[in-house]
């Protein structure tokens, strides 16, 4: 999803389609425009000069550094002479911008696609008071059989955007992009 | 420089989190479970990604050509600005969460805070950087109550821990000209506000941790100006090593 409607000339919509290329290293399904990092493409004054503007996901995502160079040269290759890149923290990203195409893609993936950010909120309000998470809403449901009864192995998982989750109902294990 | 005082005050909230960090990073590979080590340096990399915004917004108030990496690698250690409860030495697990918790539970106050900010640079940064410190403090909280309502030993370390770091949170509420003039332009908020915050979130979760609440004085406040223990020298050398032996190197 993108921050800013704005009639686009043809050499940004073009562009923008060339940035569906660029995957998210760490979750290859999906793109940066699906991610909701691209935040918006514009020419000028030549044509050829482009600026991306991008937002990061979490503040210390290593892999925001190799999705800077990859559209560099996913832009270059596709003929645009000079591209520059601009990173904005506002408004933060959040996870509520993944649509449900995107969030289908991460279930075929094998990971749970995140819950509402407001959602998300009464959670962590609700377990900061103590209160067991399995009574709080933001509940993954398991990717591999669709069962809601599911535990909390670690919020922290192999990246910054994942927490790791096991399913009561088929056994598996499973991984869980973050609300947030 | 044409704001001393913003690029004061944006080395310390940057310091702070670089310093903790890097501490959390020393975990990588040690943690006691291998879900822990993993957790930690999630959160290490949360707060150096912080400390990279502060410092870069930091380099651009001075406007003299630092970026985030030379504030980090080249300035000595009395020119660090973080608080001494962040440079600590990790201790065990338990000194390490209870630290964690104590700054965490002051974090989350100060962004929410800043997110009002009338500097917007330094307002959208906090805004960012508020979504994360939130699992952080979800997660820390939740560790003191498993230790200090746990075992006989996790209680009792717990314990220890806490009243060991209690003094070094002297260094919270302080302030001196650099916060007053950021207050009087709205950029900044007075400390002593937000203590109340953090007084009541700590005590919550520290009662329901049966943990009993130091009541002796939260003294230590050197950091802020640049007087560090005798622990940030060698960390700091251990941190800057790389960057000093091979300027410019890139990889």
């Known amino acids: 999803m993108v921050a800013q409607e704005r009639v686009r000339t043809e050499a940004e919509r073009r562009a923008f389609r060339v940035l569906e290329l660029v995957k998210d290293p760490e979750v290859p399904v999906l793109s940066i425009v699906e991610l909701g990092v691209v935040r918006d493409v514009k020419t000028g004054p030549a044509e050829s000069v482009v600026t991306v503007t991008i937002t990061p996901t979490y503040s210390g995502c290593p892999a925001m550094h190799v999705i800077e160079e990859e559209i560099v040269a996913t832009l270059r290759r596709a003929g645009f002479a000079e591209v520059r890149i601009e990173t904005v923290y506002a408004p933060a ?31 962590i309000a609700g377990r900061n008071a103590g209160l067991p998470s399995s009574q709080l809403p933001d509940l993954p449901t398991c990717p591999h059989c669709g069962s809601g009864d599911t535990v909390l192995i670690s919020e922290f998982g192999a990246t910054a955007c994942k927490s790791l989750h096991s399913c009561r109902s088929c056994g598996q294990p499973f991984e869980r992009f973050k609300t947030f | 420089m044409t704001d001393p005082a913003l690029f004061g005050y944006l080395l310390r909230l940057g310091d702070d989190r670089l310093v903790l960090g890097h501490r959390l990073s020393e975990w990588c590979g040690h943690g006691p479970i291998l879900e822990e080590d993993i957790a930690m340096t999630n959160l290490a990399l949360d707060l150096i990604g912080h400390a990279t915004m502060f410092l870069s917004l930091a380099g651009e108030v001075e406007g003299a050509g630092q970026d985030a990496d030379a504030l980090a690698y080249w300035r000595d250690e009395h020119a660090f600005r ?29 962004l929410e805070a800043l997110t009002r900010s009338a500097e917007p640079r330094l307002a959208a940064i906090a805004a960012k950087a508020l979504k994360e410190t939130r699992y952080h403090l979800r997660h820390s909280s939740e560790w003191i109550c498993r230790l200090g309502d746990g075992t006989e030993e996790s209680h009792r370390r717990a314990q220890e821990a806490l009243d060991e770091l209690w ?17 009087a332009r709205g950029i900044a908020p007075n400390p002593a506000e937000l203590l109340s915050s953090w007084r009541g979130l700590t005590r919550e979760v520290l009662t329901r941790a049966t943990l009993l609440v130091p009541d002796g004085p939260m003294r230590m406040t050197g950091g802020r100006f640049g007087r560090h223990t005798e622990h ?20």
């Not at chain 1, 993944?98 to 279930?107: P, S, V």
């Not at chain 2, 608080?83 to 100060?110: I, Y």
């Not at chain 2, 003094?167 to 207050?183: M, N």
């Not at chain 2, 060698?234 to 032996?245: D, P, T």
């Open chain 2, 167 to 183: 003094p070094w949170t002297g260094g919270l509420e302080y302030q001196d000209e650099t916060d007053r003039a950021l207050q």
């Open chain 2, 232 to 251: 940030l020298g060698h960390m700091l050398a251990e941190m800057q090593i790389v960057a000093r032996s091979h300027p410019g190197a890139e990889w």
């Open chain 2, 82 to 110: 973080n608080l001494e409860l962040c440079e600590l030495p990790n201790g065990d697990f338990a000194f390490t969460m209870m630290r964690q918790f104590l700054f965490d539970a002051w974090s989350v106050p100060l």
């Open chain 1, 93 to 123: 990203w959040t996870t509520d911008w993944i649509g449900e195409r995107a969030r289908e893609k991460l279930r075929g993936f094998g990971i749970a696609p995140p819950g509402s950010s407001a959602d998300h909120l009464v959670q």
